[in-house]
């Protein structure tokens, strides 16, 4: 059931692709339709695994692929990776309404991430690390189709090389991370429970280390981290909007759903050794990202500095995280544990304000033809639907109660300031300079003079409505009701930083 | 002497195909020429189904342990055949009508025979003869084409296959010396009494002639003016169908020679130097041709990985084989693609290959991504094997070349790729007389490539057993 449930939109896509003839309406709406139904399955898997109690892997599939070379076809969803799925189906179907009004070539296009919903979806219920590997690479190679193939910009088909390159080195580290977890372990095997069971480096000295090198430089560039981001800014730039989105709110998180599922509770020892590292290296992100964004002019180039802003914390979080052992008191334990549950929650949320955030810098582009927000002004009074929609985004972005992003970050921080006082410290202005750049991007945009020739036609559309304001609305409602997802995410958290503390 | 001459009979097959296609070619009229074509094309089909129900016996080594029938061979009884049956169909539009089109067979029939015949070799005199009848055809056929191009392509292959060949004898001729006998079994206990020298040095002149093969450094310089020069079912057939031979035979001999003699840092070093060279040299082609003859260069250094840890873990041998069958047919698609459109001589001529030619577009991305290593081809399940199997065998550091090197092949790989997915389509040649015999063997090879990785399970299982002697 699990299967079908990742490989459908594979399924939908491969017959949009061979049935040529299908005309475009049609297949706008039979990729809303697809990702619609995958919604739905979610919420099926989301609803009876918390009758069933909400703990532990659920819907597990378990078969032999390559025992020669200890590779399974291994799935399963537990409270980590259910929150990401259903961001997945979400943001893809936010896409899909999106795309009901833009985009050339619309069945090669909604063929493409119907497939690359499939290697997200895969990717976060994984349970094997080839498993993993495969649909992680999968993903960069779809990503890099979608910004070369539907790129805008003379520079779109070096940003697309730019990102695959970089990403494939990261993939490529990890490959080597998990063939020397693999070979570590007794017997040899890409399990990724049966490795986070045996921990299999424990004690190893460099090998480990090394190992926790390679599989965290591969996730960091991914995440991404300073100093690894560079890709992530000309991508977002050149990238179509649903193809930024995606990138942003769902690509982005493999990479830090990579460090809770894997680094942390595979190499807990080697993770709590260097988890000072992660803490500094996700205060600079969270600093450096926020000072970027800062800079900028470019309304999209902003929202991808952003993004490094709040993986940032993701980070932070995560090497916070790593200041426990097992002697260590249960109050503790429980601030780490808000620490690991409100990175997973920042996934989500950021999920879902910063594929909000490029979707309208994708109505925008459309209207105005420019990123640049010297290049608009007074929008508020010409376009209010469209003002409305990005101030909410972006006060939800920068940390407003009442919105995903302040339960997230509020719990990043108690917990970080449990275990790492200092650089919890340090990253706390990272918020302030978020709000003050994205107050002053609202500025710039919607009051003062205007400067744009747009009416209120060019106002966002009925599609576009549809497809932005649902991502907002989950995003208040995470909120205001932060159980809904909390509930699901703690046990996961929790047994994360038991396997941390061993 | 366990004298079993059924136990050959995939070999007979071969040797009866060719001998019979070369009759056909002398008797026939020319317009009837095809049927050497058919004949080629069932003996190699014959040897296949030969070759696989042997794989299913037990393991033997027959004629006086000269030579072993295991799970190698097997494997290169499997591989070889279908690998040349793909070329023989995608050079099918080229060969056809041709004045000498049954010659082509013959030399690809008994290189065929002459590569698998390498991978089972379990005396040094049985290789030798292997080597000569691998080599032999191979310079016929790469002046097959008979222009200027061919001509310099056949006479590369001559003067490095006949200086690599005579290095080779006298390394054979040093390890006899050595030792005093030639059969694997007896070397094992021979070489170690033997002084190290001697044996050292005749290993490093033995490896002259199958690296030559291999298409590794030093003895690459013939790869990629022969790739360019010959005919492209030659090249497809040139960068394949030795390189399984070479690579099985290398692992065989090796395991025989005494560690102490240097041999495994030796091959990780001309392992590490290959794939690097033949990457770099990929960065500065046009052309296609050249393109792939320089990636070719680059996956014998990730094959000769496995071959540098054939002392140390046994891993590498269903690694080694594992990555050659997919390499092989990988390789053969990207050739395909190649063959299928003939007008397209440079890597800016595939502009918008993509809304003319889906499904020769899709064959090239599944085929360059696999060389690549992406998943789920078969090249990344043989990758993954590979560097376990370095890294087990103590080798590290040649895995993270590896990665760099696979990294770094990305590139130029995308460069081919690049042109295929933009520009009009407006300002191309007429494309009527596509190859459709080589887009069917594209398609097949590149579906093929993802059904090999996919199911690798039972496969990388079947390969999973060591050699005998």
């Known amino acids: 059931m699990l299967s079908l449930f990742v490989f459908a939109p594979a399924g939908a896509a491969l017959v949009l692709l061979l049935w040529r003839g299908l005309p475009d309406r049609v297949v706008r709406w039979a990729w809303v339709g697809v990702s619609a139904a995958e919604i739905a399955a979610v919420a099926a898997l989301w609803i009876r695994y918390t009758t069933d109690g909400g703990a532990g892997i659920a819907y597990e599939v378990n078969r032999a692929w390559i025992p020669g070379a200890g590779a399974g076809y291994h799935l399963g ?355 302030l300079i978020t709000a003050a750049l994205f107050l002053w991007a609202l500025h710039r945009l919607f009051l003062g003079p205007s400067k744009h020739a747009l009416s209120s036609a060019a106002d966002a559309g009925g599609a576009e409505i549809a497809a932005i304001a649902p991502l907002l609305a989950l995003s208040v409602l995470i909120g205001i009701f932060p159980r809904l997802l909390l509930d699901i995410i703690e046990p996961a958290a929790r047994t994360v930083v038991e396997l941390v503390a061993r | 002497m366990n004298e079993k001459p059924l136990a050959l009979l995939p070999e007979l097959l071969l040797l009866l195909g060719a001998v019979t296609a070369l009759l056909c070619g002398s008797f026939l009229p020319r317009g009837r020429q095809s049927v050497a074509g058919w004949v080629a094309a069932s003996a190699l089909a014959g040897s296949l189904i030969a070759g696989a129900v042997a794989a299913a016996g037990s393991a033997e080594t027959v004629y006086d342990h000269s030579y072993a029938i295991d799970t190698a061979t097997s494997t290169a009884r499997i591989v070889v055949p279908a690998a040349t049956l793909l070329i023989i169909a995608l050079a099918s539009t080229r060969v056809a009508g041709d004045r000498r089109q049954s010659e082509f067979y013959v030399l690809a029939l008994l290189a065929s025979l002459g590569a698998v015949l ?89 490896l002259a002639g199958l690296l030559f093969k291999a298409g590794a450094v030093p003895m690459h310089f013939w790869v990629p003016d022969a790739v360019q020069g010959a005919t492209t079912g030659a090249a497809a057939l040139l960068t394949t169908v030795p390189k399984i031979g070479a690579l099985i035979a290398a692992y065989r001999v090796l395991t025989v020679i005494p560690v102490d003699t240097g041999w495994p840092v030796l091959l990780a070093i001309v392992s590490a130097v290959t794939m690097t060279l033949g990457n770099l040299a990929a960065f500065a ?123 770094a092949s990305l590139f130029y790989y995308l460069r081919w790729l690049r042109p295929a997915f933009t520009g009009r389509s407006g300002h191309l040649v007429c494309e009527q007389d596509r190859a459709r015999p080589a887009t069917v063997v594209a398609v097949t090879a590149a579906a093929a490539a993802v059904a090999l990785g996919l199911g690798a399970g039972p496969v990388v299982d079947a390969v999973g057993h060591a050699v005998i002697r």
């Open chain 1, 77 to 431: 969803v537990d409270g980590l990776s259910l929150p990401l799925l259903a961001l997945t189906t979400v943001v893809f179907c936010a896409c899909a309404v999106y795309s009901l009004r833009h985009g050339e070539r619309a069945r090669q296009f909604a063929a493409l991430f119907l497939a690359l919903e499939t290697t997200c979806l895969g990717l976060f219920s994984a349970l094997d690390l080839i498993i993993f590997f495969v649909f992680f690479d999968l993903s960069i190679v779809g990503m890099y189709a979608v910004i070369a193939g539907w790129g805008h910009g003379a520079q779109a088909a070096r940003s697309a090389l730019k990102f695959f390159l970089y990403t494939f080195v990261g993939s490529l580290a990890l490959l080597v991370g998990f063939i020397g977890l693999f070979l570590a372990a007794a017997p040899h095997t890409f399990d990724m429970v049966a490795l986070t069971r045996q921990n299999p480096l424990a004690g190893s000295g460099a090998t480990g280390a090394l190992v926790l090198l390679a599989i965290a430089v591969g996730l960091a560039i991914k995440t991404p981290t300073f100093p690894f981001h560079t890709w992530l800014p000309p991508a977002h730039t050149d990238a179509p909007a649903a193809g930024s989105a995606v990138l942003a709110a769902v690509l982005l998180k493999m990479g830090a759903y990579g460090f809770v599922r894997i680094a942390m509770p595979m190499l807990p020892e080697q993770w709590r050794h260097y988890a000072i590292v992660a803490v500094v290296v996700g205060v600079l992100s969270a600093l450096y990202g926020a000072l970027a964004a800062l800079g900028q002019t470019s309304f999209k180039r902003m929202i991808a500095y952003t993004s490094v802003n709040h993986m940032g914390y993701i980070v932070l979080a995560v090497g916070a995280a790593g200041m426990i052992s097992g002697g260590d008191a249960p109050a503790r334990a429980v601030a780490v544990t808000g620490a690991v549950t409100g990175a997973v929650t920042q996934m989500v949320s950021h999920g879902l304000l910063t594929g909000a955030l490029f979707l309208l810098a994708g109505v925008l582009l459309d209207r105005g033809g420019t990123y640049e927000m010297g290049a608009y002004g007074g929008l508020a009074a010409d376009t209010p639907r469209f003002a409305t929609l990005t101030a909410v985004a972006a006060f939800g972005s920068l940390g407003l109660p009442a919105f995903s992003g302040f339960i997230a970050e509020f719990q990043i921080f108690t917990g970080s300031f449990a275990t790492v006082p200092v650089g919890a410290g340090l990253a706390l202005p990272g918020i």
């Open chain 2, 118 to 206: 390498l991978s089972g070799a379990s005396d040094l005199l049985v290789l030798a003869v292997a080597y000569l009848l691998a080599t032999i055809p191979l310079y016929g056929l790469a002046g097959w084409g008979r222009d200027t191009g061919g001509a310099e392509a056949a006479l590369k292959l001559y003067l490095m296959g006949a200086l690599a060949g005579v290095i080779m004898l006298a390394g054979i001729s040093l390890l006899y010396a050595g030792a005093g006998v030639t059969r694997y079994d007896e070397l094992i206990g021979g070489l170690p009494a033997a002084p190290t020298g001697v044996v050292a040095v005749g290993v490093v002149a033995l």
């Open chain 2, 285 to 407: 082609q046009s052309v296609p041709q050249r393109l792939l003859a320089y990636s070719t260069i680059s996956q014998v250094g990730y094959l000769l990985m496995a071959v540098a840890v054939a002392a140390s873990t046994d891993r590498a041998l269903p690694a080694l084989l594992a990555y050659l069958a997919g390499y092989a047919v990988t390789n053969i698609g990207a050739f395909a693609v190649v063959a299928a459109l003939p007008h397209r001589p440079t890597l800016d001529d595939y502009r918008a290959l993509a809304r003319r030619q889906p499904w020769l577009t899709a064959a090239l991305v599944i085929c360059l991504l696999g060389l690549v290593g992406t998943p789920p081809t078969a090249v990344f399940v043989g990758k993954l094997t590979v560097f376990s199997a370095a890294w087990d065998g103590g080798m590290g550091w040649l895995v993270v070349l590896a990665v760099a090197n696979t990294a």
